[in-house]
């Protein structure tokens, strides 16, 4: 029986899904293509109709990472994105967290492709973050709120990668958050040239 236009593209878009959560709970080298399909429900012939190889699947799952993470963040103002992202919940959520938490450290060593999916993903969290924060107030220059942003996300995605790397009951787990939470958001009430 043949597949139509319209169900190859939503078996596609269900192995993109299925990948990226994968992705975010094992990283790139933990997934294999006979367990990924059969986790998607098709059988691992079916990747090649879909994708040429596993990289292109990866930038895709990647970019679906990222937009399924600014749909999440949709709606949240800065201080509230942090709260949520340094959240215990968030750590433990591997699957459906951050794709930059979960995959930058994999994301470098993998062709230019990849990469530039992430540094796609990157540019769309801080226009998120800069859509949050509203337009510069007096005296503030948009290169040193894009600078603010850059160091926000560097440093909330290191407390997670942190976090994560600990015993999940450690308390140092729990520590690495609460005190990266308190410092980012201090720093998102500070004056700019403070």
């Not at 790139?28 to 596993?54: C, N, P, Q």
């Not at 999440?72 to 800065?78: C, E, M, Q, T, Y």
């Not at 440093?155 to 958050?177: F, N, T």
Request: proline share 3%; net charge negative; with cysteine.
């Amino acid at each position: 029986m043949k597949v139509t236009k319209a169900q190859a593209q939503a078996n596609r878009a269900h192995i993109v899904e299925t990948a990226s959560v994968l992705f975010r709970e094992r990283g790139y080298d933990g997934v294999g293509i006979a367990d990924l399909m059969a986790r998607a429900g098709f059988t691992h012939g079916g990747f090649y109709k879909h994708f040429e190889s596993k990289a292109d699947l990866i930038a895709e799952a990647a970019s679906c990472g990222f937009a399924q993470g600014a749909a999440k963040a949709d709606g949240f103002d800065a201080a509230e994105f942090v709260t949520y992202y340094l959240s215990r919940a968030h750590r433990d959520g591997r699957g459906e967290g951050c794709t930059m938490a979960a995959l930058c450290g994999d994301a470098a060593r993998q062709p230019e492709s990849i990469k530039t999916a992430f540094a796609n993903g990157v540019e769309g969290v801080l226009a998120t973050l800069a859509g949050q924060a509203g337009t510069p107030a007096d005296g503030e220059h948009e290169g040193d709120l894009r600078a603010r942003r850059i160091a926000v996300i560097a440093q909330v995605v290191g407390a997670l990668v942190l976090s994560r790397a600990c015993p999940d009951d450690s308390p140092l787990a729990d520590e690495i958050l609460e005190v990266c939470r308190a410092a980012v958001l201090s720093k998102l009430s500070a004056p700019l040239d403070a």
